[in-house]
């Protein structure tokens, strides 16, 4: 148990040193990040918050759970230039804290693979730099692992619910980043009867 939770400190405080200096270092990056920035200030001045704007136009080209969580975050926080930036790198280590609990259902007896595996997605370069973007992937892929996390416990215990869970998982995960989610979640959903141990 202590060893879990030096890992967990570890991760957090290396995910946290890579933010700050990032949203420290880096201004966002045009066209995406900049062009996504613009469509929750356009909400934000505009007063759109269930459709996103752009420019006074409606901008469909992505979903709008994103854009959502910049303009809730003005209104906890006030309107900074940090909160934006945050919220996909939050995603980014919800993910990683995922990863590890996915490990642990499919390996109980294993702590080390649950310690190991989100650090091991933290190592990777493309993981890494893309946690510091303010783009849809960091929530994509959690809402992803959240709902294979809720189809494995399923499998392992039988419990029908779980399956509640993962349609709102999925669901979510449209309003992220649109149906692409189903490429990843569908083949471990359907293919199930393959994989379940008994």
Known sequence: MAATIRSFNFLVLLWGMVVVVALIVRQPLPVDETRYLAVAWDMWLENHYLVPYLNGEPYSHKPPLLFWLMTAGW??????DWWPRLVAPLFGLGTMILTGHL???LWPGR???ARTA???MFGALFWTVFTTLTMFDMMFAFFTVAALIAVVTVARTGKMRGFVLAGVM?????LAKG???LLHYLPVALTAPLWIPH
């Open 170 to 174: 999925v669901g979510i995960g449209v």
């Open 118 to 120: 989100p650090l091991l």
């Open 111 to 113: 702590t080390d693979v």
């Open 103 to 105: 490990a642990t259902i």
């Open 75 to 80: 209104h906890l926080f006030g309107v900074n």
């Open 179 to 181: 149906p692409a989610i």
